[in-house]
């Protein structure tokens, strides 16, 4: 499949909107599989650091 420029490759013919939508929410899944786990890990470790110093005040 060619296009003959740029704004036909955008609009894919005609499915563009669709075709465009799916690779945006595909790639924000991704980004959220990647990013949550992170934020996640880094919270856990901050509340385990803040724990640990409860403890040894105490």
Do not use: C, K
């Amino acid at each position: 499949m060619s296009f003959s420029s740029f704004a036909d490759f955008i609009a894919m013919g005609q499915h563009g909107p669709y075709v465009w939508t799916a690779y945006g929410i595909g790639v924000a899944v991704v980004l959220l599989n990647v990013a949550l786990p992170i934020l996640a890990r880094r919270r856990y470790l901050q509340d385990e650091a803040r724990r640990l110093r409860r403890e040894t005040q105490q």
